[in-house]
């Protein structure tokens, strides 16, 4: 690391902010370029809400990446002095008996074996302690304690101020339209108008808007919308934890996953499924007929819930990458950038060690994480390998 090595983030979301301070931290002179205002209206990474979780099935990197991360969030919290991450557990059930092999079955033994506390629902728990649940239909699955949900918008409003205060130089207004390059080396970026932003390095985490940049990544990352609901019940505080923690309900199957109310009373849900592939800059409204799933899952799992009118609704853009993992690496073809993206829907709980992976992946330091979420070709993805990893 070289005090006068200047960086230039593409990006002001979860990825690009965390790398911009973790730099910053390690010495460079750090720029933050975003369209504006930030958060920005449109970014991923601005919601009401984030699932904040370490269940990730048998696959133990993400579990481990996603436990450093539970620690950094209370750090988070306390240096905020204030809780913008509610560790408030998730519930996870499943409509038949958890089977071994299935994602629950193998979350609960991975976490177990690690010392994580679960409590495995028994006969009648669920229509005890979360009473809001169709308990004739859930017949099994768990709590897991070290878990919660994240007011997102609200952290990358936070993480700005702090990259800000930390001596980050943050732009707004200002939307990259390509790359420069000098020979073989990426030097900056200039935008529509033709004003240019150089740096010796530039780190791109442009969300789905990366493959516009970077056209030759779309065969690998795309833009997916998935639908998001959000309800005003009458009784907000019984859809408050403990008696309704943030939720999965058979999503590895069914894609359903939602939240608490929050302070303005509003409760959200939203599915992890396929989603359909669309333009970054496609109108983010959902279907009919997404909202006629969201109502009939409600009616089955949540019956308090189906006939209350639509809060709000919108699609939100997973940049989907083939392989689900993400993509934090350094172009391997010309110098002077690294890429940090391919979120596929479920980066933020990482938030707080995401700066780290980008800024190793700048500096060339190994880390567990390298190989998996470096640079890649697209590759064949085995029916046995692939995995739940949405929200
Ligand atoms: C419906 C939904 C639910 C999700 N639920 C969860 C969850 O529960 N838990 C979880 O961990 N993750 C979840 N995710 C995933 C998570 O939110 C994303 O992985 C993460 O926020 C992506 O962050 P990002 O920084 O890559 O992108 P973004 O937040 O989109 O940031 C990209 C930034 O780049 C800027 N930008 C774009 N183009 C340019 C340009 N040309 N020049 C300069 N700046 C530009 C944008 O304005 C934006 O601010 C969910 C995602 C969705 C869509």
């Known amino acids: ?13 979860i990825f690009g902010l965390t790398a911009a301070l973790e730099l910053q931290q390690r010495g460079y002179q750090v720029t933050v370029a975003d369209p504006g205002p930030v958060p920005h209206p449109l970014a991923t990474s601005n919601d009401l809400s984030r699932m904040i979780r370490i269940d990730y099935g048998a696959d133990g990197l ?3 990446l996603g436990a450093d991360a539970i620690e950094g969030w209370r750090r988070w919290n306390s240096a905020w002095g204030r809780d913008l991450f509610h560790e408030d557990g ?13 994602f629950e079955q193998n979350s609960y033994d991975l976490l177990t074996g690690r010392g994580f506390s679960l409590e495995r629902l028994g006969p009648g728990d669920l229509a005890r302690r979360f009473p809001r649940w169709n308990s004739e239909y859930y017949v099994d699955g768990y ?7 994240a007011e997102a918008g609200e952290i990358i409003a936070s993480l700005v101020k702090d990259a800000a205060d930390a001596g980050v130089s943050v732009v707004t207004g200002f939307k990259a339209a390509r790359l420069l390059q000098d020979g073989d080396r990426v030097s900056g970026v200039v935008d529509s108008d033709g004003s240019e932003l150089r740096a010796d390095w530039v780190v791109l985490a442009a969300g789905v808007w990366t493959t516009v940049l970077l056209p030759e990544l779309a065969d690998r990352m795309w833009p997916v919308g998935q639908p998001v609901f959000y309800f005003k019940p009458d009784d907000p505080e019984s859809y408050r934890p403990p008696s309704f923690p943030p939720w999965a309900a058979d999503t590895p199957r069914s894609g359903w996953y939602g939240f608490p109310a929050n302070d303005d009373g509003v409760v959200k849900l939203a599915n992890h499924g396929p989603g359909r592939r669309v333009h970054p800059d496609a109108d983010r ?3 009919a007929e997404e909202e006629a799933l969201c109502r ?3 009616a089955q799992s949540l019956p308090s819930l189906a006939s209350v009118p639509l809060n709000d609704s919108k699609m939100c853009l997973y940049c989907d ?6 993509w934090i690496g350094r172009d391997p073809a010309r110098q002077g950038l690294v890429v940090a993206t391919g979120g596929s829907g479920h980066a933020f709980k990482f938030g707080p060690v995401l700066g780290g992976l980008a800024a190793d992946a700048l500096e060339g330091i190994e880390n567990p994480y390298t190989s998996r979420f470096a640079w890649r070709p697209l590759g064949e993805i085995k029916k046995e390998e692939m995995r739940y990893t949405g929200e």
């Open 1 to 13: 690391m070289a005090a006068d090595n200047s960086v230039l983030v593409i990006g002001a979301g």
């Open 62 to 64: 993400y579990s481990s």
């Open 90 to 102: 998730m519930l996870l059930l499943t409509s038949a008996p958890i089977v071994a092999g299935e």
């Open 143 to 149: 709590f897991s304690i070290t878990a919660g949900w």
């Open 285 to 287: 409204v959902i279907l």
């Open 296 to 298: 009939a899952f409600l």
């Open 321 to 326: 990458t083939w392989d689900g993992d993400f």
